[in-house]
């Protein structure tokens, strides 16, 4: 299967260094490549765009401007030289987020996670169903899945979809975060930022704007930070 792909970037050079690591992989097809994200809207209105490789700081409309404008929603992996977008980007349901120079190995990782998502987007189904205490069910990969409570350690908001990860697996069925947020227990779940839901019970550690728990670290959202904090974190504080 080839993944239609476009650059978005100012500067030539960086482009011409994405053009070339596309080149080495034969799934993708580059189908475009623009200068500014005006040109860019005008050609996504009326193409299909799988991949999106886009640079951050650019004149006239920024990436993450861009990203927030954009109502066909392809795989989005910010291509920039500044680190300072980071968190800001994951909450706009970005894929992956490459420095500048972007080597080979870490570019073929940020294409692999695209296409997994692509894969189970394009596999999932509207529907979750016969919601208990201790399980729920998802319609996934056109199959009824039971994930525990206690498996899931976070959701990922995409748009119209979610990809939930357990400790094993990653299961995206086609709901928004809003939808599946308010069928889950509070006492378990929590909403974190724009893009992402926790399991309180798997946090293993918070600092000022990040959540980790295993192999994963979560942005913690400024405009979900205090309520967070107050609900889940100051209860079960023990005090001086």
């Known amino acids: ?132 205490q201790e399980y729920v069910y998802i319609k996934a990969d056109r199959k009824y899945v039971r994930l525990y409570y206690k498996d899931i350690s976070h959701i990922q908001g995409m748009k119209d979809y979610v990809m939930i990860h357990t400790q094993d697996n990653k299961y995206m069925t086609a709901m928004n975060i809003k939808t599946i947020l308010k069928q889950l227990p509070v006492e378990i779940f929590s909403r974190v930022s724009k893009s992402y839901i926790v399991n309180i019970h798997k946090i293993e550690s918070i600092d000022t704007d990040m959540i980790y728990f295993g192999d994963s670290e979560i942005p913690l959202g400024s405009t979900y930070k205090e309520a967070f904090l107050e609900n889940h974190i100051k209860v079960k504080l023990l005090k001086r």
């Open 1 to 132: 299967m080839n993944y239609k792909c476009i650059i978005i970037d100012d500067e030539p050079l960086a482009r011409k260094g994405i053009q070339l690591h596309v080149n080495e992989i034969p799934s993708l097809e580059l189908i475009g490549e623009f200068n500014n994200a005006i040109k860019a809207s005008e050609f996504i209105s009326k193409n299909d765009v799988d991949i999106m490789f886009l640079d951050i700081q650019m004149p006239g409309m920024t990436g993450v401007e861009f990203v927030k404008t954009i109502k066909k929603y392809p795989a989005i992996i910010f291509t920039t030289a500044y680190t300072d977008y980071a968190i800001e980007a994951f909450e706009l349901d970005i894929i992956d987020y490459l420095l500048k120079p972007i080597k080979f190995d870490r570019f073929f990782k940020a294409v692999q996670k695209a296409k997994e998502y692509l894969n189970l987007r394009d596999s999932a189904s509207s529907e979750l169903s016969d919601f208990t």
